[in-house]
């Protein structure tokens, strides 16, 4: 599916956040949703010295949704970067496939490249779910 200008919106908010918060090491994935309504949360990454205990920045961004009163995810993006301006669009690792699922199983997801970014349905990335 194309993305709309709320979309390209979306990506540009994600990259602000990622700027703001990157830490080598600590907070290398930022990402960020929007809302049914239209509202824009974001979050990033954890990393822990023991790996298991992580939060993914699609995590993250979903605890701060919640954390405001907010259940209805509409479309989410991640990103991952050096901090030097140079990002990447992240595909939703499968634990991140499930709690996206969890707050809306119609929800969208922007994945690709800067150079041709899709919009695909979480269904789509949990197959046989």
Known sequence: MKLTKKDYELIEEVKRTFDTLFLPGVHEVAAALRTVSGEVFCGIHIEADVGFAD???????????????QRKLDTIVAVHGDGKQHYRI??????????????????????????????VSIAELLPLR
Request: charged letters at 20%.
């Open 90 to 119: 992240l595909s939703p690792c499968g634990r991140c496939r499930e709690v996206i699922k969890d707050f809306n199983r119609n929800a969208w997801v922007i994945v690709g490249n800067f150079e041709n970014p899709q919009k």
């Open 55 to 69: 939060v993914c920045g699609e995590v993250a961004a979903i605890c701060h949704m919640v954390a405001h009163g």
